[in-house]
């Protein structure tokens, strides 16, 4: 029998793919804006690469396309009658391919969007995550994850649901511009509840990128006992623009919406070499459960598992410029070539 999320955390890295809606946006199967994975039922076969695509780059973990669609994304888009089909279709694709391989298959829930501090709210959320989870424990997940909370008390009902379906957990938390969540607290504070409440790994995904994410993964880091997850966005947000919603260009009055969000992110993209340093200041920090959310891509991947230590299927096909015509210093290559080389 395959080992489990935790056994493997005790003995390395996890790492984990996510940021589906962007890549498949781009790709040109999912629309921007409402951000509904309807693609799991228009092109299964696309959903199903790209979970291949992550693996071959180095995921241990195979996700769910489950993100954003619960019962408040698809009333939206006028699609609630499919809820329970699209989350059983994007399980049973994640389940195939993870088989394929000994990737981690995880189930998905997420913020609703709906929560707030009042009974009736909390019931209908709560509501909400048991049809996920439920749907999720009849495909035989190894673990579920609930991603991108920005109030620790919807964090800790959607943990308690899984909880109760008796699935290990991890949970994490988004951070925007302030440094707090929108409970008031600070993230090494959210996650110590998270984790006292029983989330076997607890941490930050999306929102933010390497550089504005890693201080309050130290803070997470000192207040809990635990295994650590950190999942930023691919972006290179700084202090004072410290999430990708809130990074702005010179022209910015000319984009949709007068920002780069979620459109026209593309200056602000991180490169492979910047991605491996973070895997390597976050391994530092002792953070075992390491990925990407939006705005990731394969290569990416890649090099967050090499700079781990991995070697990956996809390491088949990292950069060698050695014999690249101008450029290459295998002696193979002609003199006129490095000569013209210096020309460009």
């Given amino acids: 029998m395959s080992e489990g999320l935790l056994e493997r955390l005790d003995k390395g890295p996890v790492i984990c793919a996510e940021g589906y809606l962007f890549e498949l946006e781009r790709r ?36 769910a396309f489950t993100y954003y669609a619960h019962r408040e994304k698809m009333r939206i888009v006028g699609k609630e009658h499919l809820l329970e089909e699209l989350n059983r279709r ?23 969007n709906v929560y707030t501090d009042e009974a009736e709210s909390q019931k209908t959320v709560r509501a909400m995550f048991e049809e996920q989870v439920g749907w999720a424990a009849d495909a035989g997940v190894d673990f579920i994850i609930a991603e991108t909370f920005s109030h620790v008390d919807e964090a800790l ?15 994490t938390m988004i951070a925007h511009q302030a440094d707090t969540t929108r409970d008031g607290l600070g993230f090494g504070e959210a996650c110590k509840r998270l984790e006292d409440a029983g989330a076997d790994v607890v941490g930050l995904n999306c929102g933010r990128g390497p550089e504005t994410l890693l201080p309050l993964l130290r803070d ?10 950190a999942l930023p966005v691919p972006y290179r947000t700084h202090e004072h623009q410290p999430s990708f919603q809130s990074l ?5 009055n000319e984009l949709p919406g007068g920002m780069p969000f979620p459109t ?15 895997a390597k200041d976050a391994h530092e920090l002792g953070v ?45 290559l002609k003199a006129e070539n490095r000569e013209f080389a210096e020309e460009l």
């Fill in 28 to 63: 040109g199967y999912l629309q921007a804006g409402a951000f509904v994975p309807e693609v799991v039922l228009d092109h299964p076969e696309v959903v199903a690469q790209l979970h291949r695509d992550f693996v071959h780059a180095g995921s241990d973990v195979v996700e």
């Fill in 90 to 112: 994007a399980l049973a694709i994640a389940k195939e391919v993870a088989s394929e391989s000994d990737a981690l298959f995880a189930g998905d829930i997420c913020n609703t």
């Fill in 157 to 171: 009902l959607a943990l308690d649901v899984i909880k109760q379906a008796g699935f290990p957990a991890v949970v």
């Fill in 220 to 229: 997470v880091r000192e207040a809990v006992s635990g295994h650590v997850a």
């Fill in 248 to 252: 702005r260009e010179a022209n910015g």
């Fill in 264 to 278: 026209a992110l593309d200056p602000f993209t991180c490169n492979r070499y910047e991605i491996a340093q973070f």
């Fill in 288 to 332: 075992r459960y390491i990925g990407l959310c939006c705005g990731a891509a394969p290569h990416h991947v890649r090099s967050l598992a090499e700079a781990l230590g991995r070697t990956p299927p996809g390491s088949r096909y990292s950069p060698d410029m050695s014999k690249h015509a101008y450029f290459g210093t295998d002696k193979s």
